[in-house]
């Protein structure tokens, strides 16, 4: 029987790094689903968390915040591209891309948590889609309750919870309880509580992982 474990992947739709990552550990998982059962709960984690809702030109953006210059900024943005290629995942973009807040998504990505049923994951998915791949706002509601319709989530339940606060108190601490613990850049993968996989990995790195993992539990 593959022996079970939880892993909290604390994360930002707003990082290309981040769907790279997730889908190097998806694959790692599938290629250890033998071994291995992965309880996953997506955790929040904001880049930008003042950034208003109608966004910010990211190549200006990533020039303020990272002091890189335009063609260090192209180069950097085509290594990720194809980073993303490589796991089978599309990130578009050019010189009109913007960056988004991600606090609304990440209520309903909390909402999703609750519903279960791997609802967390698919919306995701469909979050980092939006993002990257449609290159939609993921600040207005009409854009975030596409993806919990591609999700297979309820539209008008999820649009209750953006005409409200709900899960705003929920989402905050637990930023702030990540953060506690040390986590001040995402991708962080945390299994069982005790072991961090830092980075957008490739699946090689997360399968050595979590065999290792798996292996030093196997004989604790």
Not at 18 to 40: F, H, K, N, W
Not at 86 to 100: A, C, L, Q
Not at 140 to 169: C, F, N, Q, T
Request: with cysteine; hydrophobic share 40%.
């Amino acid at each position: 029987m593959p022996m079970s474990l939880k892993i909290d992947v604390v994360s930002d739709i707003a990082c290309p790094w981040c769907i790279i990552g997730l889908r190097g550990l998806e694959e790692a998982l599938d290629r250890t689903r033998d071994l291995i059962a992965a309880d996953i709960h997506f955790q929040p984690f904001e880049l930008n968390p003042t950034m208003a809702r109608e966004g910010e030109n990211m190549a200006e953006h990533i020039q303020r915040k990272y002091s890189r210059t335009p063609e260090q900024s192209q180069d950097v943005r085509a290594m990720i591209r194809e980073r993303a290629a490589e796991v089978g995942f599309t990130i578009n973009g050019g010189p009109d891309s913007r960056i988004y807040n991600t606090f609304d998504a990440h209520r309903l990505l909390h909402w999703a948590g609750v519903e279960g049923g791997g609802r967390q994951q698919a919306l995701k998915h469909a979050l980092f889609e939006a993002y990257f791949t449609e290159q939609r706002n993921v600040a207005e509601h009409d854009v975030l309750l596409d993806a919990v319709a591609k999700a297979g989530l309820d539209r008008a339940a999820a649009a209750d919870i953006l005409a409200s606060d709900r899960y705003a108190g929920e989402v905050r601490d637990a930023e702030h309880h990540w953060q506690r613990r040390g986590i001040n850049s995402v991708p962080a993968v945390i299994v069982n509580d005790r072991w961090l996989i830092s980075g957008g990995q490739p699946p090689d790195a997360f399968e050595q992982a979590l065999r290792g993992i798996a292996a030093e539990l196997a004989t604790a």
